[in-house]
């Protein structure tokens, strides 16, 4: 690397938090006037269309994004052929992702060919990345907009340079200690809305890349989360979705509603919100006060994903997840008392270096034990900077699969068994969209079950008793009562 080659990544610069909303919002007046200009040249709105890869807060990040975007000038769009500027916004939690992108990458600079005019951008964890920038930067010159997690709002003042200045404009940040608030949002539904509760992520388990590139934990404000999830209820909001990489390490300040249980009532408070979730619980923090919360507020819904990673705790230990079998296991039977009914979700690595037969022997004795209604199952996969990256004894790709495909089959097994234990039940089913199959819809339950049954399109956004008559595995065929 050359000496005087200016760093990739800077910096936060000292701009107080408090102006950044009002400054971004000039920023957007100022875009929104030469996109209006250049669709009167083109005789035709520009259209922006936004590519979602990760989890549920990247989802939420996207609908900022496309808020900020619609503010801006343009009409949202699914299709990219169709569209004036892509933004993908990516996940790098497994290496799968990074690939799927640059997959698409390479389409949508196919695109710009036809359409020179095409804006091409790029934000999310993997451009928090140094050599994946760098490798885009040199290989994908069709990319004209860069930025990171960390600076997202700033999407309207990166996207006027981008106009103005008419090259690639890259702008990465070290790291953030601002949650800006009060910019526009486009939600994906009309009837349910995830809302942050906290950014970024202090655990550092060793096979993770989330706290490098989401950086510190940080808690949002209780106040501005119940202003927020009351503007959605007034809006016509009925399920909110919590979100944080650990949501249980919730801290807001001394007041009741500065603990993650104390938050969790408040939103129950709220009138309209029927239905609350929350994502992701991390076992070492998942505490007796949230069970009786969770227990005694029936809005709250009867779905818990724990994810537990490993049943070894010789390999938990060495994932730095600070929890045992033992207690994991203790919990569960604790969630269970206090809710009987509740439903059980988790996310498993198979292959973790250095996992053994009876490591994983472990794990499958905990699948059967535990009775999840479904787990997300993973094999471990290399991430550069991480802890785990360099440890011995790294499993064979081959013994990789051949565990992964034994946990499948009894993850699929054990899933089935346990969620068709509510045949027969009548349960609150909140509508979510038409089915593929005419005269069909399809919602969920509080567990999270999916049901499929007769009725047509204004029951969208509603929650109606449905007669669980026949379990399918993971799904459920009903009828309205
Ligand atoms: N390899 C495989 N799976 C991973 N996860 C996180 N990092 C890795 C990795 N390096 C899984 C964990 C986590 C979920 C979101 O992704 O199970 O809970
Ligand atoms: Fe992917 Fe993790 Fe980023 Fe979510 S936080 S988008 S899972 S890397």
């Known amino acids: 690397m050359s000496r005087n080659r200016k760093p990739l990544f800077t910096d936060q610069p000292a701009r107080p938090a408090l102006e950044e909303a009002e400054l971004q919002k000039t920023h957007m007046r100022r875009v929104r006037q030469k996109t209006e200009q250049i669709a009167n040249e083109k005789g035709r709105p520009l259209k922006g269309c936004v590519v979602t890869f990760g989890c549920q807060m990247n989802a939420r990040d996207s609908e900022k994004l496309r808020g900020v975007l619609e503010e801006c000038g343009f009409e949202q769009t699914d299709d990219e052929k169709e569209a004036d500027l892509i933004l993908f916004n990516t996940c790098t939690i497994r290496e799968h992702a990074d690939q799927h992108l640059y997959g698409r990458l390479g389409e ?42 960390h600076n997202l709002f700033t999407l309207p003042m990166l996207l006027d340079r981008v106009l103005e200045e008419k090259r690639r404009v890259i702008e990465l940040w070290n790291g953030t200690d601002m949650i800006v608030e009060d910019l526009p949002s486009k939600r994906k539904y009309p009837f349910k809305a995830g809302v942050n509760i906290t950014f970024g992520c202090n655990n550092f388990c ?26 959605l209820a007034a809006d016509g909001v009925k399920e909110i979705m919590l979100l944080g990489q650990n949501v249980n390490s919730y801290r807001g300040g001394e007041g009741p509603e500065g603990s993650f249980p104390g938050l969790l009532e408040a939103v129950c408070r709220v009138d309209g919100i029927e239905r609350i979730r929350f994502m992701t619980s991390h076992p070492k923090d998942l505490s007796d006060e949230l069970i009786e919360v ?38 569960v039977a604790k969630i269970r008392r206090a809710i009987p009914d509740v439903s059980l979700t988790t996310d498993l690595i198979v292959a973790f270096p250095g996992e053994t037969e009876e490591d994983f022997q472990d794990t499958l004795t905990l699948v059967d034990e535990v009775g999840f209604d479904s787990v997300f199952t993973f094999i471990y996969s290399v991430r550069n900077g991480t802890p785990a990256a360099t440890m011995p004894d790294q499993i064979p790709e081959d013994v990789a699969h051949e565990r992964f ?15 068709s234990r509510f045949e027969g039940q009548t349960l609150p089913v909140l509508v979510e969209e038409k089915n593929r199959t005419p005269g069909m819809v399809t919602g969920r339950t509080s567990h999270n079950l999916t049901v499929h049954f007769e009725g047509d399109e204004s029951l969208i956004g509603k929650i109606v008793p449905v007669y669980l008559a026949e379990s399918r595995g993971f799904y459920y065929f009903g009828k309205m009562r």
């Open 206 to 231: 060793s096979y993770c890349i989330v706290p490098y590139v989401r950086g510190r934990e940080r808690s949002r404000d209780p106040e501005e989360i119940l202003k927020e999830v009351r503007s």
């Open 108 to 149: 949508a600079a196919g695109l710009k060919k036809k359409n020179p005019d095409l804006i091409i951008g790029l934000c999310g964890c993997m451009m928090q990345e140094e050599q994946i920038v760098r490798k885009i930067r040199s290989s994908y010159p069709a990319v004209s907009l860069i930025f990171g997690t």
């Open 294 to 331: 969770i227990a005694r507020n029936e809005k709250i819904c009867r779905h818990i994903h724990l994810p537990v990673q490993s049943g070894s705790s010789r390999i938990l230990e060495k994932m730095n997840r600070r929890y045992t079998r033992e207690h994991y296991l203790d919990l």
């Open 405 to 419: 495909d034994r946990l499948l089959t009894l993850v699929q097994k054990r899933g089935q068994e346990m969620s």
